[in-house]
């Protein structure tokens, strides 16, 4: 048995046994989604950055640089910028106002927050989670099944298979708190990975020189931060990539650290621990891509989001590549888990305990969760199999449409007091179809990235709808 098969088992042993020790800690629907709001402040930080941070980090991201040059270097820039503003600007508010109108979902926070008994915002809100968060959860089976496919030689298809049944094996029995202790694990070595791994390929590629004149030789606008592009186009290539960290805002997942967390005060820790980790893990990224071509560009690799698994068996010896290429695993079951838990909690709290059976106990609860957690996964695995789509790619679809549905709508309801329910619900309107319409247009999608408009649409709609609505029952109540 090799080391990197033994370091891979240990891994998945040790993830087995927190799902099973957390399997107790699950009495209530609270505990289940939010882990009762218990969480300290190091694993909400870990937890959300190992959550935000999928199989494209590791995957995604260092194929793109390895396939198109130094114009990720945006996506990076926007996607840190991204990470901060949404811990200063809606990491505490939410958690307090989360538990000030006892919401344990965004959906139901809206719902909660505007008095909306029509259910349309909480509705709506939850097909929107189950739509894109099934292709987020698909996007994360194809990176296992790369990985598994390069380091062990095991098919795609099996590869796909061992993620997923581990990833609904622990999240199934272990609900949030598993998935936050998890993360916690899979975030430290998602950045060792991503840190040790460039510096080891530094060195053996003779230095940043070497390595420069390298790429300079057989790809020169791979290190140009335009990508080769020239006056508008290059201006659209900036905005698409920096429009990435608009996301941050709306993405369920991850909003759903803040609120699990032991106290809104704690969060203002956060905002450090979460930008060092954002900055070393996106420019180890990055670097990982860049790095390759010296040694890969000629042809060697058919797949550019297989670039950093080669690079770590083909530099480091089997014992360490093998805790390398866990950190690559970690990466997509961090995100996968929390994915699910969301969808669960949307399909099972905002769904069934609101419409189908109010007054289901907690132990039903809990169980309807994990039967929905189940059953996503199960339809995610399927797409994913059919699938011919590049993780970076997938990923950027799904965090478009969430970013956009609910990002908007949330930034308003925390900031602007004018902010209606009608508000709300045109935002998330806009900002989906809007994803998907420039998504699915090819003249749209290649020259522009769908979440910049689709988030200034959905924004600009949430404020005019507020405004109308608003002045419309101002006239109302005067005229009564």
């Not at 180890?284 to 950093?308: H, Q, R, S, V, W």
Request: hydrophobic share 55%; net charge negative.
């Amino acid at each position: 048995m090799s080391a990197e098969l033994i370091g891979f088992i240990v891994y998945l042993a040790i993830l087995l046994v927190i799902g099973l020790i957390t399997y107790r800690y699950n009495n209530t629907i609270a505990d289940y989604i939010l882990a009762g709001r218990k969480l300290g402040i190091w694993v909400v930080t870990f937890s959300e950055r190992a959550s935000g941070e999928s199989a494209w980090l590791l995957i995604g991201l260092p194929g793109a640089v390895f396939a198109t040059g130094l114009v990720e270097i945006w996506v990076a820039i926007g996607c840190t910028a991204g990470i901060l503003f949404s811990w200063m600007f809606i990491s505490r508010r939410l958690r307090t106002e989360s538990e000030d109108f006892f919401a344990l979902t965004i959906p139901e926070y809206f719902e909660n927050k505007y008095h909306d008994t029509t259910g349309m915002i909480r509705t709506f809100g939850t097909v929107i989670i189950v739509f894109f968060f099934t292709f987020y959860v698909c996007a994360q089976f194809i990176g296992a099944g790369k990985v598994l496919n390069v380091t062990f030689g095991i098919s795609e298809f099996w590869g796909m298979i061992i993620g997923a049944v581990i990833i609904l094996f622990y999240t199934v029995m272990g609900g949030f708190l598993a998935v936050a202790w998890t993360d916690f694990v899979q975030s430290l070595l998602m950045v060792l990975t991503l840190v040790l791994l460039p510096i080891v390929a530094i060195i053996e590629f003779g230095g940043w020189d070497n390595i420069i004149n390298a790429v300079a030789s057989t790809s020169p606008d791979h290190l140009s931060i335009l990508g080769g592009d020239k006056n508008i186009y290059a201006a659209l290539s900036i905005i698409g990539g920096l429009a990435w960290g608009l996301g941050y805002m709306g993405q369920p997942h991850l909003l759903a650290r803040f609120m699990a967390a032991r106290k809104a005060e704690d969060l203002r820790k956060g905002v450090v621990i979460g930008i060092s980790w954002s900055v070393l893990a996106f420019w180890g990224a990055m670097f990982i891509g860049l790095f390759g071509i010296t040694a890969y560009f000629a042809g060697t690799i058919t797949d550019p989001e297989k670039i950093m698994p080669v690079m770590a068996t083909s530099l480091l010896p089997g014992w360490l590549a093998g805790i390398l290429i866990c950190g690559a695993i970690a990466a997509m079951m961090s995100t996968a888990d929390s994915q699910l838990l969301v969808t669960t909690s949307a399909v099972a709290e905002d769904i069934y305990h609101q419409y189908i059976n109010p007054d289901a106990e907690e132990k039903t609860l809990v169980n309807v969760s994990r039967l929905v957690t189940f059953i996503v996964g199960i339809v995610a695995f399927v797409i994913a199999l059919m699938s011919e789509t590049f993780v970076f790619k997938m990923v950027g679809f799904a965090w478009s449409g969430l970013g956009s549905a609910f990002g908007p709508a949330l930034l308003l309801t925390l900031w602007w007091k004018k902010t209606t329910k009608e508000g709300v619900f045109a935002g998330m309107i806009v900002g989906t179809l809007v994803s998907i319409i420039w998504y699915f247009t090819d003249s749209l999608h290649g020259i522009l990235f769908e979440l910049f408009p689709a988030f200034i649409l959905a924004l600009l709609a949430v404020i005019l709808v507020s405004l109308a609505t608003g002045n419309k029952k101002r006239i109302e109540l005067k005229n009564t």
